[in-house]
Antibody, heavy 124, light 113 residues
Framework: QVQLVQSGAEVKEPGASVKVSCKAS????????IHWVRQAPGQGLEWMGWINPNSGGTNYAQKFQGRVTMTRDTSISTAYMELTMLKSDDTAVYFCARSGYCDTTNCYEAFDPWGQGTLVTVSS | DIVMTQSPDSLAVSLGERATINCKSSQSILYSSKNKNHLAWYQQKPGQPPKLLIY???TRESGVPDRFSGSGSGTDFTLTISSLQAGDVAVYYCQQYYSTPYTFGQGTKLEIK
């Protein structure tokens, strides 16, 4: 079955960086886009950006430009999201999710499935 | 950015009764050339990731019970649960995937009355 499995929880100090992985299985990794969405404790969902695993092309939300980098390793069907210069309000659960084709503005499929989430805690 | 506003923020419905959640976008999310609304509904239970229920505003995802239905077009959308079951207790989110950044509503918490 189609599945996205994420790496485990992380605790980081302010100013540090975190890299979260998302391993895909059950489908052709390069045939679908991977999105990253985060959820602060008790809060709603915030889209961070997507990566096209086939080309490596990315599209980041303006809010995260300059702090986020999304990459992939097609040999192991894994996508990565690195967030730098962490602040306390980056404390959140980070999800990866799959969709079909997206261009620079539209996506042509909703997000399904989602990974189980990775809790990133930023604290001194 | 397109702002998605859900109403109500919380809702308590008796078992077997109808639940209705509304979602309004700050601009149209209808892709007119394909006549498709880029609107999805997700269900999130505590400690779990969101689960896709409805896409293209009204198409039910495979495996989703037919008591869940979506309607609307342009800027106004509705998720209806026709006969509430205990397992439907969750937070429900709408999302537009029409224009980046893809934004979500603030969520509606559905409980049993």
């Amino acid at each position: 079955q189609v599945q996205l499995v994420q790496s485990g929880a992380e605790v980081k100090e302010p100013g540090a960086s975190v890299k979260v992985s998302c391993k895909a299985s059950g489908y052709t990794f390069t045939g679908y886009y991977i999105h990253w969405v985060r959820q602060a404790p008790g809060q709603g969902l915030e889209w961070m950006g997507w990566i096209n695993p086939n080309s490596g092309g990315t599209n980041y939300a303006q809010k995260f430009q300059g702090r986020v980098t999304m990459t992939r390793d097609t040999s192991i069907s894994t996508a990565y999201m690195e967030l730098t210069m962490l602040k306390s309000d980056d404390t959140a659960v980070y999800f990866c999710a799959r969709s079909g084709y997206c261009d620079t503005t539209n996506c042509y499929e909703a997000f399904d499935p989602w990974g189980q989430g990775t809790l990133v805690t930023v604290s001194s | 950015d397109i702002v998605m506003t859900q109403s109500p923020d919380s809702l308590a419905v008796s078992l077997g009764e109808r639940a209705t959640i509304n979602c309004k976008s700050s601009q149209s999310i209808l892709y007119s050339s394909k006549n498709k609304n880029h609107l999805a509904w997700y269900q999130q239970k505590p400690g779990q990731p969101p689960k896709l229920l409805i896409y293209w505003a009204s198409t039910r995802e495979s495996g989703v019970p037919d008591r869940f239905s979506g309607s609307g077009s342009g800027t106004d959308f509705t998720l209806t649960i026709s006969s509430l079951q205990a397992g439907d207790v969750a937070v429900y989110y709408c999302q537009q995937y029409y224009s980046t950044p893809y934004t979500f509503g603030q969520g509606t918490k559905l409980e049993i009355k």
